[in-house]
């Protein structure tokens, strides 16, 4: 018998859908990169789209409230279930980076300047937040991405790709 109601909850459970508004307020920044991390998107807020070829990751615009709207997602979803970073545009490959100090220990509140190396006059300068994070910067096909810091401008700095 407990062998039937284990399968009966298990069944019920994977049925369910969760439904999940998120308020953000990050300063002057609308636009966010969401990643519900194997939970499938059911169904999009206005102003949200999925990114290609991903059923749990999908990018939009805060309305002017700071909220998303609201995602239907498969399963029970809490707030550990997905990350939700900051982007600089609306495009579906991205990169970000970590500011850390030669030792390789997490630095925040660090200014820095991200490039696209596509297209250079794509630029975008700020500021990591308290965890070292710097914004997702966004661009429209993959591209390497660089960051300078203002005292190593001239010297280079670190690269990724966006994915």
């Known amino acids: 018998m407990q062998c039937v109601f284990f399968i009966f909850a298990l069944l019920l459970l994977s049925g369910c859908d969760s439904s999940v508004n998120i308020h953000k307020e990050w300063l002057g920044i609308k636009y966010y990169r969401i990643d519900f991390s194997g939970h499938e998107i059911k169904k999009l807020p206005q102003g949200?789209?999925?990114?290609?070829?991903?059923?749990?990751?999908?990018?939009?615009?805060?309305?002017?409230?700071?909220?998303?709207?609201?995602?239907?997602?498969?399963?029970?979803?809490?707030?550990?279930?997905?990350?939700?970073?900051?982007?600089?545009?609306?495009?579906?490959?991205?990169?970000?980076?970590?500011?850390?100090?030669?030792d390789g220990k997490v630095k925040p509140f660090i200014t820095y300047k991200m490039t696209n190396k596509c297209q250079p006059d794509d630029t975008y300068s700020g500021g990591s937040d308290s965890q070292g994070r710097t914004i997702l910067f966004a661009t429209e096909k993959p591209c390497e991405v660089e960051i300078t810091f203002p005292r190593e401008i001239h010297h280079g700095g670190q690269h990724g790709n966006s994915k």
């Open 48 to 102: 949200a789209r999925r990114v290609k070829e991903q059923r749990d990751v999908a990018i939009g615009i805060l309305d002017g409230n700071g909220d998303t709207g609201e995602f239907i997602v498969s399963g029970r979803v809490t707030e550990k279930d997905y990350v939700i970073e900051p982007m600089n545009h609306l495009y579906d490959y991205s990169e970000g980076f970590i500011t850390t100090s030669r």
